[in-house]
C-alpha cells in the first residue's frame, strides 16, 4: 500500500465528471486508503471542462497530479482526454468515451475540434481503450448512466477488486435513489464488458 495511485478524470459538465471521482474516493476510502482529491470546473454546468485529479495510497500529502504521472486516464470526451493526454505516465492507460460531445468553445468557433482524437493519443504510443459509453448508456435507457458505464470501464485497472469499486457505486444510489441501484448494475457491467471485462457475481 505504498505505492500512490493517480486518477485523472475529464470531460465536460453535465457528464458526471465530479460524482464518478467522489465514488472512486469512497471505494478507496473503504479499504482505508488516505485519499486526496481536487476538481476544476469551467462552467460546468454549460457544458465546459471539468477535470478532477484523485490521489489515493498509504499516505498522500497533495491531490495535485504533475504532468506524466496519472496511472490512469479516464476521459469522459475523448477530446478532452486529448487535451489532458500528457498527464499520463509511460506505461499509463486511457478509458475514453468515444462518443462525441461537442463543448461550447467549439460552437463559438474559440477551438476547432481534433477529427480523430482517439487515433491521435494512439499516434502519440499511449495506450488507449475507447468504446462509446454515451451509446451504451442510452441503450440502456438513460444516458446519465454513463459515468456508472466509465466507472465499470475502470473497475480493472485499479489495484483493488473491481467488486469494490461496483459496491460503492451502489452503495451510492441505494442510499439515495433505490430506483436506479439496478439500472447502475448492469451499466458497471456494460462498462467492465466494454474494456474485456468479466462479468461479476451479483
Not at 498527464?87 to 475514453?96: D, I, N, T
Amino acid at each position: 500500500m505504498s505505492q500512490i495511485t493517480n486518477i485523472l478524470v475529464c470531460g465536460v459538465g453535465g457528464q458526471g465528471v465530479m460524482t464518478a471521482t467522489e465514488i472512486l474516493a469512497e471505494a478507496a476510502i473503504s479499504l482505508a486508503f488516505d485519499v486526496k482529491k481536487t476538481e476544476v470546473a469551467g462552467m460546468s454546468q454549460r457544458g465546459g471542462v471539468v477535470t478532477s485529479h484523485l490521489r489515493f495510497g498509504r499516505v498522500v500529502l497533495s491531490p495535485q497530479i504533475v504532468p506524466g504521472e496519472a496511472d490512469l486516464l479516464i476521459g469522459f470526451e475523448s477530446a478532452e482526454a486529448l487535451r489532458w493526454s500528457h498527464m499520463l505516465k509511460p506505461g499509463g492507460v486511457a478509458l475514453v468515451n468515444s462518443g462525441r460531445i461537442v463543448p461550447p468553445v467549439v460552437n463559438l468557433g474559440l477551438f476547432d475540434y481534433p477529427e480523430d482524437p482517439v487515433a491521435k493519443m494512439r499516434a502519440l504510443g499511449l495506450t488507449v481503450h475507447a468504446f462509446d459509453a454515451t451509446t451504451i448508456a442510452t441503450d440502456l435507457g438513460n444516458i446519465r448512466l454513463g459515468n456508472t458505464v466509465m466507472l465499470g470501464a475502470c473497475a480493472d485497472h485499479l489495484p483493488f477488486p473491481a467488486q469494490v469499486l461496483r459496491d460503492a457505486v451502489l452503495a451510492r444510489f441505494g442510499t439515495r435513489k433505490p430506483h436506479l441501484v439496478e439500472a447502475n448494475r448492469q451499466a458497471f457491467e456494460a462498462g467492465r464488458q466494454a474494456v474485456g471485462g468479466d462479468a461479476l457475481a451479483a
